[in-house]
Structure formats: structure tokens, C-alpha cells
């Protein structure tokens, strides 16, 4: 109730008011039955503008911090989440990666329409990254099609690092179903997921017409955060040696003055 509610009430109205969309290929979403969304990330938006165009209900995985926050806005967060049917998984454990994939079959066969986002992250620079292939294992246990979604533009509405949104238009682009029962049987196969994968991540790529990194993001962000920290490091010390901006370097023997 909470999901239609926000949907066409407390939130879908101002979205569209504020963040027009010219939207494509929305008749591609098969009207019932279990169906895979796979998208490009490139914002947090990403997320909130995708259930406005789906006449069904859109449910992510959501990760589980999104439920266990504390204090009021950690209960706020957690029954907004609760309300519109999202799911919490535990990426941290050991066997999280396993738990979420049967979370996501056991939706499906539900017949429920998922969405997913196979680089794991959103893009650190817009750039579409190598796909997970937990998207393909869910497809081939579920035995479900999967419906390519490209979002342009909404990096624009929340840029990296920005807490505000911004008005701005963007486009919706979904995809004609990508049908996988060739593979019937193979799950588990790596290599069978893999070209599944990358079939998947190649149509992303010329919906969005985003530029292909096969690399995964997450790594991409790892390195770039230890850049960061290690420059940190490395200004530090040198404000330590007098190396710094504004620091003067007093001669030996020379009184400071």
C-alpha cells in the first residue's frame, strides 16, 4: 500500500514535476510473470525514478544498513524502506553474496519484477564497469527473462558528492526483453554466466552509449580511495617536514622570528 501510495501521492507527483522524463521502450516490461530490470547506475535518483515509468511493482535488494540505522532518521529510513517492499541483504558476511542471489530467485519465482543494478556500485565516473554475474545466475534459476534499463541524465539530478538534487531532465530507455532458455540447465556454469554477462552489459552499453571499463567498479573506487588516503599521507608528512604550503623552513642556527 505504502509503495502505490509514495508512488502516486507522496512522492511519484513532485518527482515528475521537478525532474521531467522523456521515457522509451516502457511497454518492453512484461505485464506479469517474474522479470529481471537490469540498469546502469550512474545516481542514487536512479532508484527513486524507475518505479514511475513500471506499472508493476519494482523491488531492489537493498543494502541491510539502509534498515539498521539508529536514532530517528535510522527508524524513518528503515519503515520507508519496509513500506515500499524493498529487501535488506547482508553484503558483508561471508555468505552474502549467496544469500542475496537466493533472495533474488525465490522473488522471481514469486513472480515479481526485481531490479538490479549488475556493477554492484554506482559508477565513479559515469562510465558503465564489468557486470557481476549474480544477474545471470538469478535469470537461469529463475527461468525469467531480463528487460535492459538505461538511465542518462540523472547524474546530473545527484552528481557524486552532492546531497542536494537538482532539477533536471533525463531519459528512461527500456530495452526489449533479453530471453536466456538456450542456457536452460547451465546454472552454475561460470562460463555460461559470464557470456551471459557480458551480453547483458553489451546492450547497456549501446542503449546508454556509455563508454565500457571491464573492470569492476568496485575495484575502480577501492583504488581511487587509496589514492586519496595516500596523498593525505603524503601532505601530511610533508607539513611535518616544513614542505607544506605556508610553512617557513628556519635555518639552522637562526632564531625564528
Known amino acids: 500500500m505504502l509503495y502505490y501510495l509514495c508512488k502516486y501521492v ?8 521537478f525532474f521531467p522524463a522523456r521515457v522509451i ?8 510473470g517474474g522479470v529481471i530490470l537490469v540498469g546502469n547506475h550512474i545516481s542514487v535518483a536512479d532508484s527513486f525514478f524507475t518505479p514511475l515509468f513500471v506499472k508493476r ?16 532518521k535510522g527508524r524513518l ?21 549467496h544469500d542475496a542471489l537466493m533472495t533474488g530467485v525465490r522473488l522471481l519465482k514469486q513472480g515479481e519484477c ?17 557486470g557481476k554475474t549474480g544477474v545471470a ?22 552528481p557524486i558528492g552532492s546531497k542536494m538534487w537538482r532539477p533536471h531532465r533525463y531519459t528512461a530507455i527500456f530495452g526489449r ?37 571491464d573492470v569492476y567498479a568496485a575495484k575502480v573506487k577501492a583504488d581511487l580511495e587509496s589514492a586519496r588516503l595516500a596523498e593525505q599521507v603524503r601532505r601530511g ?8 604550503p605556508g610553512t617557513v623552513t628556519r635555518l639552522p642556527g637562526t632564531k625564528a622570528g
Open 114 to 130: 526485481l531490479g538490479i543494478y549488475p556493477e554492484g556500485t554506482r559508477s565513479p565516473d559515469g562510465r558503465l564497469y564489468k
Open 25 to 32: 521502450g516502457a511497454e518492453n516490461v512484461p505485464a506479469e
Open 177 to 213: 526483453p533479453l530471453e536466456f532458455s538456450r542456457y536452460e540447465g547451465m546454472a552454475g556454469d561460470r562460463f555460461v554466466e559470464r557470456s551471459m554477462t557480458d551480453e547483458i552489459m553489451y546492450r547497456l552499453m549501446e542503449l546508454s552509449g556509455q563508454e565500457y571499463v
Open 77 to 97: 529510513k528503515k519503515a520507508f524502506f519496509n513500506g515500499v517492499g524493498q529487501v535488506p541483504i547482508d553484503r558483508g558476511g561471508a555468505s552474502a553474496a
Open 137 to 158: 545466475r538469478m535469470a537461469l534459476e529463475a527461468g525469467v527473462p531480463v528487460v535492459p534499463l538505461v538511465m542518462i541524465g540523472t547524474d546530473k539530478v545527484n
Open 57 to 72: 511493482r519494482v523491488t531492489f535488494l537493498a543494502k541491510s544498513e539502509y534498515f539498521t540505522e539508529t536514532g530517528l
Open 237 to 244: 608528512t610533508a607539513l611535518v617536514e616544513g614542505r607544506g
Open 10 to 17: 507522496l512522492i511519484g507527483p513532485a518527482l515528475r514535476l
